[in-house]
């Protein structure tokens, strides 16, 4: 019996050596990703950070007007553009075998007349573009073919920092 609980002890202490070599390896494992991570994030130059404007210099904060999506042509609600200064955000996937065009105009809500083209393109794509006019209310007007579209429109609130 003596032989046999001895046997027994063997393979207990043999297995456990197996385990600690390999949680050894697994946290030496660990360590090495560890220090990799911390080389490359020290070989990454610092971000820049941005330069508080002097008081008093003139800046613009872009305020959400709306957002909107859809597909082929289509037209919005009518906003209040109390600054003219607008900034549309726009993104365009195909939805087909054919190129699409996308044209996105600010139309007046009071006469509907056409006032400025934000965006006029052919294919997939995105982008940005800053437009202005008086301030008046307006409707966004979307002429689409052959094109998922999103766009935003922002107004740009201008005044001096503080």
């Given at each position: 019996?003596?032989?046999?609980?001895?046997?027994?002890?063997?393979?207990i202490?043999?297995?456990?050596?197996?385990?600690?070599?390999l949680?050894?390896?697994a946290?030496?494992?660990?360590l090495?990703?560890?220090a990799?991570?911390?080389?490359?994030?020290?070989?990454?130059?610092?971000?820049?950070?941005?330069?508080?404007?002097?008081?008093?210099?003139?800046?613009?904060s872009?305020?959400?007007?709306?957002t909107?999506?859809?597909?082929g042509?289509?037209?919005?609600e009518?906003?209040?553009?109390?600054?003219?200064?607008?900034?549309v955000?726009?993104e365009?996937?195909?939805?087909?075998?054919?190129?699409?065009?996308?044209?996105?105009?600010l139309?007046?809500a009071?006469?509907?007349?056409?006032?400025?083209t934000?965006?006029?393109?052919?294919?997939?794509?995105?982008?940005?573009?800053i437009?202005?006019?008086?301030?008046?209310?307006?409707?966004?007007?979307v002429?689409?073919?052959?094109l998922?579209?999103?766009?935003?429109v922002?107004?740009?609130?201008?005044?001096?920092?503080?």
């Open positions: 019996m003596s032989t046999a609980m001895a046997a027994r002890w063997r393979s202490v043999r297995a456990s050596t197996r385990r600690s070599v949680c050894q390896s946290v030496a494992g660990l090495a990703l560890a990799a991570g911390c080389l490359v994030r020290a070989a990454t130059p610092p971000e820049e950070k941005a330069k508080p404007l002097p008081v008093g210099a003139e800046a613009v872009w305020q959400p007007l709306g909107w999506s859809g597909t042509s289509s037209q919005s009518s906003f209040i553009g109390n600054t003219g200064a607008f900034r955000r726009w365009a996937k195909a939805a087909g075998p054919q190129p699409g065009e996308l044209r996105i105009e139309h007046s009071v006469s509907g007349r056409p006032i400025v934000a965006v006029d393109v052919r294919g997939a794509g995105k982008g940005e573009s437009v202005s006019d008086d301030p008046r209310v307006y409707y966004v007007q002429d689409s073919s052959n998922d579209w999103r766009f935003t922002e107004e740009g609130v201008f005044g001096a920092i503080k």
